[in-house]
């Protein structure tokens, strides 16, 4: 357990339906990462915040992909109209300091049908 | 899209024998490295990591080798068990571009595998 704690950790949709995923990191890591990995890839970079200030989006992440994290704690990934395409793992992670490490949750699994 | 490339998507070892895997990685400006083993349905977990003003690093069991000048980085896992079955991805961490953020850029991973 790393202490990054993700809910929920499966969760099957119908197509055009919306869906959101929590993320809870280390209490006193600032910075906070989503990341969103396919079967057999690698985890690709969706967004990043320091504190509550989303400071960057992927060009991965379209407009029907929100993320939020209105106190700097808690951060919230919200999908709209899903489509099958978004079917991945949905990992986030934090880190307290530049260049440190990344600690990682278990996931979000997504599977839209 | 950007990434770390990683050319062994497999790589099948007995117990008890020493593994390698490989790393080729793209953005010389890249500064900190890690590699990351991930086993089926949960999260990428830490293993080792290295800084780029390194090119050794030992932990338990495993060894982290980075050689800048042709930018590949190596993790070598003594006496493999079992239970270091899983997938094994190395990242770099790319310093911010204008108006972006340092983050960490993933390879696609080799899938290792012990045989008993």
């Known amino acids: 357990d790393t202490g990054v704690s993700q809910d929920p950790r499966h969760k099957i949709t119908k197509r055009g339906q919306n869906v959101t995923f929590r993320c809870d990191p280390i209490s006193e890591h600032n910075r906070l990462y989503w990341y969103r990995q396919t079967l057999g890839q690698g985890p690709e970079f969706l967004t990043y915040f320091q504190n509550e200030a989303q400071l960057e989006k992927s060009r991965l992440l379209s407009d029907r992909f929100s993320a939020e994290r209105p106190k700097g704690s808690f951060s919230t990934l919200e999908i709209q109209r899903t489509e099958q395409g978004d079917s991945a793992m949905y990992l986030c992670?934090?880190?307290?300091?530049?260049?440190?490490?990344?600690?990682f949750g278990e996931g979000s699994r997504l599977t839209v049908l | 899209g950007e990434s770390v490339g990683l050319h062994l998507p497999t790589l099948s070892v007995q117990e008890g024998d020493n593994s390698i895997i490989n790393c080729a990685y793209s953005n010389s400006a890249s500064d900190y490295f890690i590699w990351y083993k991930q086993e089926s349905g949960k999260g990428p977990q830490f293993i080792i990591d290295i800084r780029s003003n390194m090119d050794k690093r030992q932990g338990q069991r495993v060894t982290v080798l980075l050689n800048k000048t042709v930018k590949h980085l190596s993790l070598q896992i003594a006496a493999t068990q079992p239970g270091d079955s899983a997938v094994y991805f190395c990242?770099?961490?790319?310093?911010?571009?204008?108006?972006?953020?340092?983050?960490?850029?993933f390879g696609k991973g080799t899938k290792l595998t012990v045989n008993p």
């Open positions: 990242a770099e961490n790319r310093p911010p571009l204008q108006g972006g953020s340092e983050k960490l850029v």
């Open positions: 992670a934090s880190r307290n300091r530049v260049s440190g490490e990344l600690f």
